[in-house]
C-alpha cells in the first residue's frame, strides 16, 4: 500500500476504531484522491480528506415503541450528517438488524461523492436503525416511524436534511415518517424523497435506481459499441433497486437469469420476463414473502444459501447490500466470461473483488457512480417540491438519463488511464471529490 494512504488510514482507524466498513469506504477514495491531492496541493493545505472523512453532526437516539402483544421494544436510531458543503444533507435511511454507526457513516460518506457526481446541489447524509421490518404487522412498523419521527424531525427539513429511503425503508415507511412529520411540524414539505405521487412524490423516483444502473452499464458498454441487447444478466436481490434494474434490462433487450434474497437465489434460465417480475413484485412489495417461492411458481432451482455470482453472465448487477460479491466470486464471474459489473447497491464489492475486476480491465462501475440515479431523482423530487408543480414521466425520465450520461462522462474525464482503460473507481473518486472540495475550501475553515 502507497504509505501515505497507510498512514492517512491508521489516523482514520484509531479515530473510529471498529468501524470496518467505513474504514474500507474511505481507504477506497483515498487511494484514489491521495495522488491527486499532491498534484494538487491546495487540497492538501486545507486538509480537505481529513475534514470530509470527518462527519459534520452524528445524531444517536433512542426509539422506544409498543407491539401488537403491548411491549415495550427499544431500537437505537441514527443520522449522520456528513457534508453539506453543496447544498442540503441528503441521502436514505435503512432499517435493518445489522445497521450500526460504521455502516451508515460508510453510507453517509459514499453519498457525499454520489451526491456530487448528479451534478445537483445536495450534500451528503445517511440514517436509519437497527430495527427489522420483517416479520412485522403494518401498525408495528407505523407505530416504530412515528416514535423515529419523533426525535428525527427536529434534525431534518426541506432546507437542512431530506431523508430517503434505503434497504427495508419503501414506499409504506415514508408515508408513515412524512405523516409524522407533517403532524409534528405543521408543515406540508418537501423533507423526504420517495414520497407517493398523490402527495409531493415524483414519477419514476421509485424505478430510478435500477433503470439509472442499467442506463451507466449501458453508457460503459458503448464505449465498446457494444450493448445489453442479448446479454445474460446476473442481478442479485429482489427488492426495490433490483426489480427495477430488471425490469429495464428486459425493456432494452437483455435476460436477467438471477434474482436473491438473504436466504438465498433462483436461477431461470428462460429469463425474468414482464409478467414473471410482476410476480417478484407482487411477493417482495405487497406479500412480503421470499424468493424461494419464485422457484416453486415457475419451477427452477433454487440455491439455498448462496449468492447469483457462480452463473455464467455477460453482465452482473449486486442489487442487494454491501460485500456481497468476495475476491473468489469476482475471479470466478471473470473467469465465466462476465465483463460488466455496474453496482446498484452501495459497495457490493470487498476491496479484493475490485482489484480483480480493474486487474481483468473489465467495465467495472462503481456503485457511487452506477447507483446514483436514485438520489437524483429524489433532488428531481425536491426541484419538483420548491416549483409546486410536477414532471411527467417522461421529463423525469429523460432528466435521469442525461444524468446518467453525465456522470457516466466525469468518470471517463476523470478515471482514463494511459492505456485507454477507464478506472471507474477513480473517475467517481475524483470527479465526485472536486467540486466538494473546491466549495469547501470557499466557505473556510468550517
Ligand atoms: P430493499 O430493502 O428494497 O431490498 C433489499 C434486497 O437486498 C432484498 O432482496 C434483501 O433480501 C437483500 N438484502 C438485504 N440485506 C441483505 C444481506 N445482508 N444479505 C443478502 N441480501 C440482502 O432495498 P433496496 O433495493 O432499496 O437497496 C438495495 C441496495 O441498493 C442497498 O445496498 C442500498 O443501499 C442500495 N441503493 C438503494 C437506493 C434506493 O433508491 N433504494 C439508491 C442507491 C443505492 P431480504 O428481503 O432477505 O432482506
Ligand atoms: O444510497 C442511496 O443513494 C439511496 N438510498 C437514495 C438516497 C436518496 O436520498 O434518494
Redesign the pocket.
Given at each position: 500500500m502507497d504509505p501515505r494512504v497507510q498512514q492517512f488510514m491508521a489516523m482514520i482507524k484509531a479515530r473510529n476504531a471498529g468501524e470496518n466498513e467505513f474504514h474500507q469506504a474511505v481507504q477506497e477514495v483515498a487511494e484514489s484522491l491521495i495522488p491527486f491531492i499532491e498534484e494538487n496541493p491546495k487540497y492538501k493545505h486545507a486538509k480537505i480528506l481529513e475534514r470530509i472523512a470527518e462527519p459534520e453532526r452524528t445524531i444517536i437516539f433512542r426509539v422506544p415503541w409498543l407491539d401488537d402483544k403491548g411491549e415495550v421494544q427499544i431500537n437505537r436510531g441514527f443520522r449522520i450528517e456528513m457534508n453539506s458543503a453543496i447544498g442540503p444533507y441528503?441521502?436514505?435511511l435503512r432499517f435493518h438488524p445489522t445497521v450500526n454507526l460504521g455502516i451508515l457513516k460508510f453510507?453517509a460518506f459514499e453519498?457525499v461523492f454520489?451526491n456530487s457526481l448528479t451534478t445537483l446541489p445536495m450534500g451528503g447524509g445517511k440514517g436509519g436503525s437497527d430495527f427489522d421490518p420483517k416479520g412485522k404487522s403494518d401498525n408495528e412498523v407505523m407505530r416504530f416511524c412515528q416514535s423515529f419521527m419523533t426525535e428525527l424531525f427536529r434534525h431534518i427539513g426541506a432546507d437542512t436534511d431530506v431523508p430517503?429511503?434505503?434497504i427495508g425503508v419503501g414506499g409504506r415507511e415514508i408515508g408513515f415518517l412524512f405523516g409524522q412529520y407533517k403532524r409534528l411540524k405543521n408543515e406540508f414539505t418537501g423533507v423526504l424523497?420517495?414520497k407517493g405521487i398523490e402527495w409531493g412524490g415524483s414519477l419514476i423516483r421509485p424505478e430510478a435506481t435500477g433503470y439509472g444502473a442499467t442506463y451507466f452499464a449501458q453508457e460503459m458498454l458503448s464505449t465498446r459499441g457494444d450493448s445489453i441487447t442479448g446479454k445474460t444478466v446476473c442481478v442479485s436481490g429482489s427488492g426495490n433497486v433490483s426489480q427495477y434494474a430488471t425490469e429495464k434490462i428486459t425493456q432494452l433487450g437483455g435476460k436477467v437469469v438471477t434474482a436473491s434474497d438473504s436466504n438465498g437465489f433462483i436461477y431461470d434460465p428462460k429469463g425474468i420476463d414482464s409478467d414473471k417480475l410482476k410476480y417478484i413484485m407482487d411477493l417482495k412489495n405487497v406479500k412480503r414473502g421470499r424468493i424461494k417461492e419464485y422457484a416453486e411458481k415457475f419451477g427452477v432451482e433454487y440455491f439455498e444459501d448462496k449468492r447469483p455470482w457462480i452463473i455464467k453472465c455477460d453482465i452482473a448487477m449486486p442489487c442487494a447490500t454491501q460485500n456481497e460479491i468476495n475476491e473468489e466470486e469476482a475471479k470466478l464471474l471473470v473467469k465465466n466470461g462476465c465483463y460488466v459489473v455496474s453496482e446498484g447497491a452501495?459497495m457490493p464489492s470487498t476491496p479484493e473483488a475490485v482489484e480483480v475486476f480493474l486487474k481483468a480491465k473489465i467495465l467495472y462501475g462503481p456503485g457511487k457512480a452506477a447507483?446514483a440515479g436514485?438520489?437524483a431523482t429524489?433532488g428531481l423530487e425536491m426541484t419538483q417540491n420548491s416549483m409546486r408543480l410536477p414532471w411527467s414521466r417522461e421529463e423525469v425520465d429523460n432528466r435521469l438519463h442525461t444524468i446518467m450520461k453525465n456522470i457516466h462522462a466525469t468518470c471517463v474525464k476523470f478515471g482514463t488511464r494511459e492505456d485507454g482503460y477507464i478506472n471507474y473507481v477513480d473517475g467517481a473518486n475524483i470527479g465526485g471529490f472536486v467540486k466538494v472540495a473546491n466549495a469547501m475550501i470557499a466557505q473556510g475553515v468550517v
Open positions: 441528503k441521502g436514505g453510507l453519498q454520489k430517503a429511503g434505503d424523497t420517495g452501495n447507483n436514485g438520489v429524489s
